[in-house]
């Protein structure tokens, strides 16, 4: 099974800032990585698939690189609405994974 | 406008079973596979299962196969979850989703509410 590491695990950012979250999966998934945002008591959302491809209506501030093994999710400028949880996913032929999740709040 | 609307959650005794059903509008149904995703109260994600849009395939984490059977029915846009053999870590929030294109394992691009699986003695 593919296991996905998110890093770090919380990160204290202020409005304005930039936010790198990382996911790290443990063998090569070429780019079949998403991320999803989660607020408190909603479904996630889905923001980046196949790596870098962005969701429909998701913001131009958001984006994902990455290939292989190591991925990244880049918030530009973050909005105090993007104040969340973020979860990475890779998908193969028989199985989905979820990564732990990287929560980003107010500094 | 795509809408997920789960439901049948409640509270099991262990060994027990139950089943869930999602009521799916606003997409064509027959052309998308279809997927559950759980969440554990203040936990991460954990993909469930899947089923393909035409019902012929179906897939399990490894936590849940032989115990859960995925199904879905076309003539009512309806996918449903038989969960049997309940445990305590089945404990959770159940997510019905849609997959994003035409794979069957893949993206979820729209997610319903959520209905709660509590399984306690």
């Known amino acids: 099974e593919i296991v996905l590491t998110q890093s770090p695990a919380t990160l204290s950012l202020s409005p304005g800032e930039r936010a790198t979250l990382s996911c790290r999966a443990s063998?090569?998934?070429?780019?079949?990585l998403a991320w999803y945002q989660q607020k408190p008591g909603q479904a996630p959302r889905l923001l980046i698939f196949?790596?870098?491809t962005r969701a429909t209506g998701i913001p131009a501030r958001f984006s994902g690189s990455g290939s292989g093994t190591d991925f990244t999710l880049t918030i530009s400028s973050l909005e105090p609405e993007d104040f969340a949880i973020y979860y990475c996913?890779?998908?193969?032929?028989?199985?989905?994974?979820f990564g732990q999740g990287t929560k980003v709040e107010i500094k | 406008e795509v809408q997920l609307v789960e439901s049948g959650g409640g509270i099991v005794h262990p060994g027990g079973s139950l089943r869930l059903s999602c009521a799916a509008s606003?997409?064509?149904?027959?052309?998308?596979?279809m997927a559950w995703v759980r969440q554990a109260p203040g936990e991460g994600l954990e993909w469930v299962s899947a089923i393909s849009a035409t019902g012929g395939s179906s897939y399990y984490a490894d936590s849940v196969k032989d115990r859960f059977t995925i199904s879905r029915d076309s003539s009512k846009n309806m996918v449903f979850l038989e969960m049997s053999r309940l445990r305590a870590e089945d404990t959770a929030e159940y997510y019905c989703?849609?997959?994003?294109?035409?794979?069957?394992?893949?993206?979820?691009?729209?997610w319903g509410q959520g209905t709660l699986v509590s399984v306690s003695s």
């Open positions: 606003g997409f064509t149904f027959n052309s998308y596979a």
């Open positions: 996913q890779q998908r193969d032929n028989w199985r989905a994974t």
């Open positions: 989703v849609k997959v994003l294109n035409s794979a069957v394992v893949t993206y979820f691009d729209f």
């Open positions: 063998q090569s998934i070429n780019n079949y």
């Open positions: 196949e790596a870098s």
